[in-house]
């Protein structure tokens, strides 16, 4: 306490001390030795000589674009993946909600949604209800909130169709650029590599939708991988701003290109699995998990890391952006064996015949599973005997929502 009214005091006696922080912060956090090798300085991107060099001030626009992507998506979403998820037979189906009753909310909301033997017993003892009554609501609250295909569906259509344009806008980009063919090319003429056009919107449109799957993360359906979706997307955008702002574009567009190739054929065997196309999602999925080893594991390290940490030191010396930019990229790849790892899993699954959902999805029960006959009448006891009311339709079919296949596909990289 003394040392905050003491940090008051003295702003208050130095109005301006705040401000200088601040520059001293800023000053340091652009210092060209950070950001630059050492003969470099940010004078040397200025642009001159017919040459345009890329701005940190341009990546303010990525925050406008991720909304409008947010726009874009609820759109299709509303007005072309749910027109083609009902033509592909995947409908919305409401479930059966589960009972209210507060003591077990309390505990699923602020406790947990897998309670102990031990906890359903003492909830049992509150409640005065049955033990098997309270795993069975449980199960049927777990379903609730468990996301429908027809959500999965929408999802994966989208992010399929960024996906294409953005590896088709690529090759459009770099097909004729010496350092597609040749990465030593990467490094040429480094710094003075006038940014193109078609780098422009490539950097910008893929950072936004990086921005935009960051913003939609929270109504977006959550698996396993949540946390390493998370770290991706956050080193994803630290990355292409510091390659950005470092005039890195060369690589960064070799990066971007081989990271979209799998990740199209992915959301396509997606779409066709949750269509129940289960030979053709096999088929694409075997591909992706082809282009997926060859792209991230082989291509990666070995070609662009690679070009990334050997080749620049034969123009300049090691400086510090050098050694962070190469730690991002083996940030990546870290992430991609994590994924590498779950398509193995999932791949001898598929081979022995195990394959019942997504690696990356919680254990919950199938959204299909239904309640038998016993389980229906002990539903009804329990309402009389509380006096409550009740669909009886619902109750007579044992609805509890959707019969979906598994999401049998892991998702490698957003």
Same mark, same amino acid.
């Given at each position: 306490?003394?040392?905050?009214?003491?940090?008051?005091?003295?702003?208050?006696?130095?109005?301006?001390?705040?401000?200088?922080?601040?520059?001293?912060?800023?000053?340091?956090?652009?210092?060209?030795?950070?950001?630059?090798?050492?003969?470099?300085?940010?004078?040397?991107?200025?642009?001159?000589?017919?040459?345009?060099?890329?701005?940190?001030?341009?990546?303010?626009?990525?925050?406008?674009?991720?909304?409008?992507?947010?726009?874009?998506?609820?759109?299709?979403?509303?007005?072309?993946?749910?027109?083609?998820?009902?033509?592909?037979?995947?409908?919305?189906?409401?479930?059966?909600?589960?009972?209210?009753?507060?003591?077990?909310?309390?505990?699923?909301?602020?406790?947990?949604r897998n309670p102990l033997q031990a906890d359903i017993i003492g909830l049992s003892k509150k409640s005065s209800l049955p033990v098997r009554q309270i795993e069975r609501w449980f199960r049927r609250r777990r379903r609730q909130d468990h996301p429908g295909v027809l959500k999965k569906f929408r999802e994966a259509s989208w992010r399929f169709v960024f996906y294409l344009s953005a590896f088709i806008g690529g090759i459009?980009?770099?097909?004729?650029?010496?350092?597609?063919?040749?990465?030593?090319?990467?490094?040429?003429?480094?710094?003075?590599?006038?940014?193109?056009?078609?780098?422009?919107?490539?950097?910008?449109?893929?950072?936004?939708?990086?921005?935009?799957?960051?913003?939609?993360?929270?109504?977006?359906?959550?698996?396993?991988?949540?946390?390493?979706?998370?770290?991706?997307?956050?080193?994803?955008?630290?990355?292409?701003?510091?390659?950005?702002?470092? =005039?890195?574009?060369?690589?960064?567009? +070799?990066?971007?290109? %081989?990271?979209? !190739?799998?990740?199209? #054929?992915?959301?396509?065997? *997606?779409?066709?699995?949750?269509?129940?196309?289960?030979?053709?999602?096999?088929?694409?999925?075997?591909?992706?998990?082809?282009?997926?080893?060859?792209?991230?594991?082989?291509?990666?390290?070995?070609?662009?890391?690679?070009?990334?940490?050997?080749?620049?030191?034969?123009?300049?010396?090691?400086?510090?952006?050098?050694?962070?930019? =190469?730690?991002?990229?083996?940030?990546? +790849?870290?992430?991609? %064996?994590?994924? !590498?790892?779950?398509? #193995?899993?999932?791949?001898? *699954?598929?081979?022995?015949?195990?394959?019942?959902?997504?690696?990356?999805?919680d254990n919950e029960e199938e959204e299909g599973q239904e309640t038998s006959p016993t389980e229906d009448d002990d539903i009804r006891q329990h309402k009389a005997f509380n006096g409550l009311t009740s669909d009886a339709a619902n109750e007579k079919n044992g609805c509890f929502g959707l019969s979906p296949p598994g999401n049998a596909l892991s998702k490698t990289m957003s």
């Amino acid at each position: 306490m003394e040392e905050q009214m003491y940090q008051y005091y003295k702003l208050q006696a130095h109005p301006g001390f705040g401000a200088e922080m601040l520059d001293t912060l800023y000053e340091w956090f652009w210092w060209d030795k950070l950001w630059l090798p050492a003969e470099l300085s940010w004078a040397d991107l200025e642009d001159k000589e017919g040459r345009v060099y890329a701005k940190a001030s341009h990546l303010y626009v990525t925050v406008p674009y991720a909304f409008g992507f947010l726009l874009v998506r609820y759109l299709f979403e509303r007005w072309i993946a749910t027109p083609l998820a009902v033509w592909a037979g995947i409908r919305h189906r409401v479930q059966l909600r589960a009972e209210h009753i507060p003591i077990l909310e309390l505990y699923y909301t602020t406790q947990s949604r897998n309670p102990l033997q031990a906890d359903i017993i003492g909830l049992s003892k509150k409640s005065s209800l049955p033990v098997r009554q309270i795993e069975r609501w449980f199960r049927r609250r777990r379903r609730q909130d468990h996301p429908g295909v027809l959500k999965k569906f929408r999802e994966a259509s989208w992010r399929f169709v960024f996906y294409l344009s953005a590896f088709i806008g690529g090759i459009i980009a770099l097909y004729d650029k010496e350092w597609l063919y040749n990465t030593r090319e990467v490094w040429t003429g480094y710094p003075k590599q006038s940014m193109l056009e078609s780098q422009y919107w490539y950097y910008i449109l893929e950072m936004s939708f990086y921005c935009c799957l960051l913003c939609s993360v929270a109504f977006d359906v959550k698996r396993k991988d949540f946390k390493e979706q998370i770290i991706h997307h956050l080193a994803t955008l630290v990355l292409l701003s510091f390659s950005w702002c470092s =005039n890195f574009i060369r690589i960064g567009t +070799l990066v971007m290109l %081989i990271h979209d !190739a799998s990740d199209v #054929l992915l959301e396509s065997a *997606k779409l066709f699995n949750y269509a129940k196309w289960e030979k053709t999602s096999h088929g694409l999925f075997i591909v992706f998990a082809i282009v997926f080893f060859v792209t991230r594991l082989i291509i990666f390290p070995f070609w662009l890391i690679h070009c990334t940490w050997v080749y620049p030191v034969y123009y300049y010396p090691a400086f510090f952006g050098y050694y962070f930019f =190469n730690a991002m990229l083996v940030v990546l +790849l870290f992430l991609h %064996i994590f994924w !590498a790892y779950l398509i #193995l899993r999932m791949i001898r *699954k598929f081979l022995f015949g195990t394959l019942t959902g997504d690696v990356r999805s919680d254990n919950e029960e199938e959204e299909g599973q239904e309640t038998s006959p016993t389980e229906d009448d002990d539903i009804r006891q329990h309402k009389a005997f509380n006096g409550l009311t009740s669909d009886a339709a619902n109750e007579k079919n044992g609805c509890f929502g959707l019969s979906p296949p598994g999401n049998a596909l892991s998702k490698t990289m957003s």
